[in-house]
């Protein structure tokens, strides 16, 4: 049968699909794109010959696939170390920026900002980074800078996420739209519990995720550090 080489490699594709939880803000993506494959590699085994053309096509279109699969995978994750006073990385990516500023949207006052850069590689789900309670809700629509510039946290198109943790702390966690992603969808409502486990919301394809802490809280993490979202404790705050 000329389909089977493209049939085995969509079949590995979707056994691994099974395996592994999907987002579901990546569910319509994967299957429209693996009809829109199939329509493309059927007409090209079928009237495109040799055999090695349509084979290099079914090869890139499931290399193409395995991307934008790997981008919307969502491993569960559950925090085992100490709870109470800690700051969990809300997302998996690098450390891009550890300073002090002024926050003046939820906290209103100078607080460390520590920003973790997500590249098209990562997880794209973002937990809460604390147990607690959302106080604060706000979707800021703005530009599409690179997340890797200082102005994107105040110029880019972003949501914000205000927290009170149950120590009392209050932090904000701020989603970031970079170059590349174009929507932001934001999971946590005013009034809801926020847990380290669940996800607060999810930037598709690359961006960035500012988190505004206590001056005084003790920062675990440095610039260039790899964080996992909802596994590596990045700061702790003071007694």
């Not at 380290?196 to 610039?223: A, W």
Request: glycine share 8%.
């Amino acid at each position: 049968m000329p389909l089977r080489p493209y049939t085995l490699i969509m079949a590995g594709v979707l056994l691994k699909t099974q395996i592994m939880k999907i987002h579901r803000e990546g569910t319509n993506i994967l299957i429209l794109l693996f009809i829109v494959l199939a329509a493309l590699n059927v007409p090209i085994w079928l009237f495109m010959p040799p055999v090695l053309i349509p084979a290099c096509f079914s090869v890139l279109s499931a290399i193409v696939y395995c991307f934008v699969f790997n981008f919307f995978r969502c491993p569960q994750r559950h925090y085992r170390g100490e709870r109470m006073g800690m700051v969990v990385s809300s997302v998996d990516g690098r450390v891009v920026a550890v300073e002090r500023t002024f926050e003046g949207e939820y906290l209103k006052e100078e607080a460390m900002m520590l920003s973790v850069f997500m590249s098209p590689l990562n997880v794209h789900a973002n937990w809460f980074p604390v147990d607690g309670t959302v106080e604060y809700v706000k979707h800021h629509n703005g530009r599409f800078l690179s997340a890797y510039l200082p102005k994107a946290s105040t110029d880019n198109e972003r949501s914000t996420v205000g927290i009170k943790a149950d120590c009392g702390k209050r932090i904000t966690v701020r989603q970031i739209a970079g170059a590349m992603a174009r929507r932001i969808v934001t999971y946590a409502r005013k009034g809801e519990e926020a847990s380290v486990d669940e996800h607060l919301g999810f930037i598709k394809f690359g961006s960035r995720v500012d988190i505004y802490l206590p001056v005084d809280c003790e920062i675990l993490v440095k610039i260039g550090d790899i964080t996992r979202g909802g596994v590596t404790p990045v700061a702790r705050f003071k007694s």
